[in-house]
């Protein structure tokens, strides 16, 4: 799976967008961009993910730039249950051989301030 | 949310006893996985299985094992505990195929204390 770059903390004042960014830039053509957050003592909790159009669902957008070596997690507005460490993965999807597990880095630590 | 539930939550025991942490899920999939994350530090898988009967060690070495009889079920045990063995325990599932994919849902984790 290739590799992301986070920034390890980030500020936001609720009721804000938080724009989170995920660099991967070694991102291959068959491997999605998913986005995980967890809170504390709790285990990971799915957000959204991607290939390369824009998502959007109840919780978050991802915005994938065209050439997909980058990519934004949108939180519109910003609660303070929202803080959490954020995890930008890229992983292949829909393959039945190999390595399916998924590798978390160190993240985002994103606060939102009241 | 996802079904896919842990118990204990929160364990303390004793260097030398056996324990074994339930790991259980209701959405049919395929795939289980346990990672071990110490606080503030990086998930590590330890275990994963892609079916019932296999199960396969993941990158990070550890004195656990884990069986899969049932789908839904996904067990983890410690034969000798050790206060090396103090960490959090995460239970995840995935379909592996169809809209959902590859999707990863956890539990809500087992914090497990060795004294």
């Known amino acids: 799976d290739a590799k992301t770059t986070q920034p390890p903390s980030m500020d936001c004042a609720e009721g804000r967008a938080a724009n989170l960014p995920c660099n991967h830039s070694t991102i291959s053509g068959n491997e999605y961009v998913y986005w995980y957050r967890q809170i504390h003592s709790q285990g990971p909790q799915y957000i959204i993910h991607?290939?390369?159009n824009n998502e959007t669902n109840e919780m978050a957008s991802l915005i994938i730039t065209e050439d997909r070596k980058s990519s934004t997690l949108i939180l519109p507005h910003a609660t303070l249950r929202d803080t959490a460490v954020y995890y930008c993965i890229v992983r292949a999807r829909g393959s039945n051989f190999g390595n399916e597990k998924l590798t978390f880095g160190t993240g985002t630590r994103l606060t939102i301030i009241p | 949310e996802a079904d896919i539930y842990q118990t204990p939550r929160y364990l303390v025991i004793g260097t030398g006893k056996k324990i074994t942490l339930e790991c259980s899920q209701t959405?049919?999939?395929?795939?289980m996985y346990w990672y071990q994350q110490d606080p503030g530090m990086e998930l590590h898988l330890i275990h994963y299985s892609y079916g019932v009967n296999s199960t396969e060690k993941g990158d990070l070495s550890s004195e656990s094992t884990v069986s899969r009889i049932r789908t839904e079920h996904f067990p983890l045990t410690l034969e000798s505990a050790r206060p090396s063995h103090t960490s959090q325990y995460l239970c995840?599932?995935?379909?592996?195929?169809?809209?959902?994919?590859?999707?990863?849902?956890f539990g809500e984790g087992s914090w497990l204390t060795v004294v």
């Open positions: 959405m049919g999939h395929d795939k």
């Open positions: 991607g290939l390369k």
């Open positions: 995840a599932s995935s379909a592996g195929q169809g809209t959902s994919g590859n999707t990863i849902y």
